[in-house]
């Protein structure tokens, strides 16, 4: 037989078989032809999520908040659910974020304030109390102090012979706010100086507080470590007070303290 003719019958025999296969394709019902099994797409309900990051203190709107797909079974208790609010967006216009959110974290109700509250009552927990204090950039870590760090609070006081004393009367207490005014250089740039620091305290906290701002020469706030967060922020100098809330100082003299009645007890020195 000749090349030409074994070549033509070659193209023959293998156009046949494709056209048996596509007519065998064609043929099978839409069951068989289904051979992959289909991927079920786990169910969804719409969740409130912030639209961008929202510091401490700053207010929800329609620009900062919006409803977005998330798993059912992955929906924690405190998230807001278009299915429970569904006008949550226009109900939560105005409230006040108590703690950082980012953008794209779902809104929980603990971390945000009734919108008719005021502001600083709204970050304030409860049994909690907003205390101001003069600060400068010496006095308030060069101007690092932020909203939501936390500070220890040291008060410089001077004692008989011009001797100077620092005592840390607060530690690592949270501070709400910084009172901000822009200052403007000689060379026309401008920079934020923080002038007040509100501190968060406990109702005792802020008993010495008081009474540190009426004794010191200077208060200083000392920026603490991101890491210390989770220590105890109770502490106070009680010391400052007595037992009715009034200052407390102990006279010294010649090694012995002198008492409110004249009397006096024998110390020792300590070097």
Do not use: C
Request: hydrophobic fraction near 40%.
């Amino acid at each position: 037989m000749k090349p030409v003719r074994i070549i033509i019958l070659a193209v023959a025999v293998g156009s046949a078989a494709m056209a048996g296969l596509l007519a065998m394709k064609l043929t099978r019902s839409p069951a068989q032809r289904m051979a992959e099994p289909l991927v079920e797409q786990a169910p969804s309900i719409n969740v409130l999520v912030a639209s961008k990051s929202l510091p401490v203190g700053s207010r929800l709107g329609a620009d900062s908040i919006h409803w977005l797909a998330w798993p059912k079974d992955g929906v924690a208790e405190g998230m807001i659910t278009e299915e429970n609010r569904p006008a949550a967006i226009d109900d939560l216009a105005g409230a006040v974020v108590r703690l950082p959110l980012f953008d794209g974290e779902p809104v929980r109700q603990e971390k945000i304030a009734d919108p008719s509250n005021r502001i600083m009552s709204s970050l304030l927990p409860a049994g909690k109390r907003a205390v101001a204090t003069e600060i400068t950039v010496a006095t308030g870590a060069g101007g690092f102090i932020l909203p939501n760090d936390r500070v220890d609070v040291i008060m410089v006081r001077k004692s008989d012979g011009d001797v100077y004393l620092t005592e840390t009367v607060l530690s690592n207490v949270r501070v709400l706010a910084i009172d901000q005014q822009v200052e403007e250089k000689d060379d026309g740039s401008k920079s934020v100086i923080g002038t007040t620091a509100t501190l968060e305290l406990t109702p005792d906290q802020s008993k010495v507080m008081t009474v540190a701002q009426q004794m010191a020469e200077r208060i200083s706030l000392a920026l603490r470590s991101v890491a210390d967060a989770q220590e105890a922020d109770t502490e106070a100098a009680d010391y400052l007070l007595s037992g009715d809330g009034q200052p407390s100082i102990q006279v010294i003299k010649s090694g012995s303290i002198v008492k409110n009645d004249g009397t006096t007890t024998t110390t020792q020195n300590q070097q």
